[in-house]
């Protein structure tokens, strides 16, 4: 017997019972009941019987002296008996040499009462009338009283983990605090739920206790060893607001005070945006330098350019903060043709004032000139409070990276002049990364190739402010002459001249202008017709296959009556369609680019022509440049015939209703 305790006595719950001179201390196990009876004497007797299994729980009824063993003897039954009928059964079966010692067969429970489910809790409740018996089911909860009535049984929604039973304030009446596995806290009084709470963990259990002044508090315990105290309901706030003394209302001020303010909402209202303001200082700033010349051994790789070496030039990003930022990610986008050695950079978190430096090569890849020489930088991160923010950046690109120097032509096809205000200058001094030793003595004409385009030449008159822009491309002008502007705007306004302007005499080339957009729209309505035919040849492919198919598994073989020809040839057809249309799909890419060069280059005359401010030049750019991709869906005519029919309704209407 001692040997059985001490194997995990620790762990085993223990009842102390007191009748007729003798104290017998029972322990239980889940599989086993163990007892020890002591008497005056000092002589013991012990004992123990095997259980199959074992929910425990001893009480002594208010209503009687001797205590109950409540005990499940098997997973569906919920059973009562005496604890004093267990020295005296082991001392009959002794004297009779019984070798079973099965509590099962020989215990003679009071009740016993049919559950239907396993029972994972056992909890005795004592009131001063009567005591009852607590059952926590897998999917039920059970009340039985202590004669094994049923009192109540409450079905949950949820599996539970625990429970416990306590007295209600209301007499007649019982609580229960049931956890389950969804981490909630259920509050029960009888079968009406009267309060539900969050629980961080699964309890698997649960006990109400008081500290000093804080009384009723639930205290829960996880599979993981996590205790929580938990209060269920706030305290009152006993905070009163004091009394304001009474004063006279002097008029006269509170008409100033509502001047004052209705001035404040009236300059609100007239600066009011639909963006908020942006912060004074940015948590995090982007600085872009560009190498000012370019890649000693070019970075550009896979590209489709033949006969010149493509060059490269490196662009450095440099990040601070001034805050603390987490995860930034640095994305970098150019336009076709252009593209980069690498568009995405992960950086670990900055701290305050950390220098983060990212590195990447942009170079031409395709086998056309771009239509802009730009691109942006974009940073994002979060700050320490979780709000995701972006910082963004954008750079300009130099025109050395897609032209190089070349001899001049005297006759091209397409030719812009461009007048200016000022006395004319030496093209060697305007593009000074561009002169070679042979076009030294040449000062008033300088050649321009670009790597993927054609040949263009720059041409300054002797004796007129005017200069002649050439080329074979019409839409290959637009670079040159946005290059030309811009440093002859840099130019002078080193010298101090503050009214330098360029002009231009017109006509408009529209007719030049056209022939692009009908190219484009040519394009467009060949990709529509490789569609209709690759989708009219895949429908007969796959009916072809569905008669072969049906030829082949029929067990009476049939002529194929030339279906393995007709389908070799429907296969060599979908295959010359599918690449007609890929090779459309590239043509289009290109001639889209084009377009855009052409737009780019009609904006910019129109701008010259008619003198236009920034503002108007945005309107015509935002209506004119809507896209800055082509799609099957929504094509460039789309976007800007809507456009061109809301700009007519609006800023250019002659109605001053519009």
């Known amino acids: 017997m001692s040997t059985i305790f001490r194997e995990q006595h620790a762990t085993w719950p223990m009842a102390l019972l007191a009748e007729s001179k003798v104290v017998t201390l029972f322990a239980f196990s889940p599989w086993m009941v163990c007892w020890c009876s002591l008497n005056r004497r000092a002589m013991h007797s012990a004992g123990f019987y095997q259980v199959s299994f074992c929910l425990v729980h001893c009480a002594t009824s208010p209503a009687q002296t001797l205590s109950s063993l409540f005990l499940p003897v098997d997973t569906l039954r919920a059973t009562s008996t005496k604890l004093s009928l267990l020295p005296q059964m082991l001392i009959r079966d002794r004297n009779q040499n019984t070798k079973s010692l099965s509590l099962e067969k020989k215990l003679a429970a009071d009740w016993m009462l049919s559950i239907g489910e396993i029972a994972l809790d056992l909890n005795v409740l004592s009131n001063p009338v009567a005591a009852s018996v607590f059952v926590l089911g897998e999917r039920n909860f059970f009340c039985i009283k202590e004669n094994g009535q049923m009192c109540f049984m409450k079905k949950l929604e949820h599996n539970p983990s625990c429970f416990l039973p306590y007295a209600s304030v209301c007499e007649g009446t019982s609580n229960s605090l049931i956890g389950n596995h969804n981490n909630m806290l259920l509050v029960y009084q009888d079968v009406t739920l009267q309060w539900a709470a969050q629980l961080p963990h699964v309890p698997v259990a649960i006990r109400v206790a008081n500290f000093q002044d804080l009384k009723g508090v639930v205290v829960t315990l996880s ?49 009011q945006d639909i963006l908020p303001l942006a912060e004074k200082e940015d948590d995090l700033t982007v600085a872009i330098h560009i190498a000012p010349n370019m890649d000693a051994i070019s970075q550009a790789v896979s590209t489709e350019v033949e006969g010149e070496e493509v060059p490269s030039i490196t662009v450095k990003v440099k990040i601070k903060t001034r805050l603390v930022v987490q995860n930034p990610k640095v994305a970098v986008s150019v336009q076709p043709p252009l593209t980069v050695t690498q568009d995405l950079f992960i950086i670990d978190s900055m701290g305050p004032g950390s220098v983060s430096t990212v590195t990447f090569g942009v170079f031409l890849k395709n086998s056309y000139p771009p239509a802009e020489l730009g691109g942006a930088v974009a940073v994002s991160y979060s700050i320490p409070t979780g709000i995701p923010r972006v910082s963004q950046c954008n750079f300009s690109l130099p025109l050395r990276l897609v032209c190089i120097p070349a001899s001049p032509l005297k006759n091209a096809n397409y030719k812009v002049t461009i007048d200016t205000n000022k006395l004319p200058v030496n093209l060697l001094e305007i593009f000074p990364d561009f002169v070679e030793a042979f076009e030294e003595e040449q000062v008033n004409a300088l050649g321009l190739q670009l790597i993927a385009g054609s040949r263009i030449t ?37 010298q101090g001249a503050k009214d330098f302007r360029c002009s231009f005499a017109g006509p408009i080339p529209l007719q030049e202008y056209f022939e692009k957009i009908d190219r484009h729209f040519e394009l467009r309505l060949n990709s529509k017709k490789y569609q209709d035919l690759l989708s009219e040849r895949a429908v007969q492919f796959r009916a072809i296959q569905r008669r072969l198919l049906t030829r082949f598994k029929d067990k009476t073989p049939a002529p194929l009556q030339n279906l393995d020809t007709l389908m070799d040839g429907t296969y060599r057809q979908v295959i010359a369609l599918a690449d007609a249309a890929e090779e459309n799909r590239t043509a289009l890419c290109q001639e889209f680019t084009r377009l855009r060069s052409a737009t780019h280059l009609i904006i910019l005359l129109i701008e010259l022509w008619q003198n236009l401010n920034r503002d108007q030049t945005v309107i015509l750019e935002a209506t004119l440049l809507p896209l800055l991709q082509d799609t099957p869906q929504l094509g460039w005519e789309e976007s800007v015939d809507a456009a061109v029919t809301h700009l007519l309704r609006t800023c250019l209407s002659k109605s001053p209703k519009d």
């Open 223 to 271: 599979s993981d060893g996590h205790l929580q105290c938990s209060y269920l309901g706030t305290d009152p706030s006993f905070f009163q607001a004091p009394k304001v003394e009474s004063r006279e209302i002097n008029y006269d001020e509170l008409d100033t005070e509502m001047k004052s303010l209705h001035k404040i909402i009236k300059e609100a209202s007239k600066t």
């Open 458 to 494: 720059l041409l300054a008159s002797k004796t007129s402010q005017r200069y002649r822009i050439q080329s074979e491309a019409f839409e290959d002008l637009w670079l040159i002459i946005q290059e030309l502007n811009t440093r002859f705007e840099k130019h002078f306004a080193k």
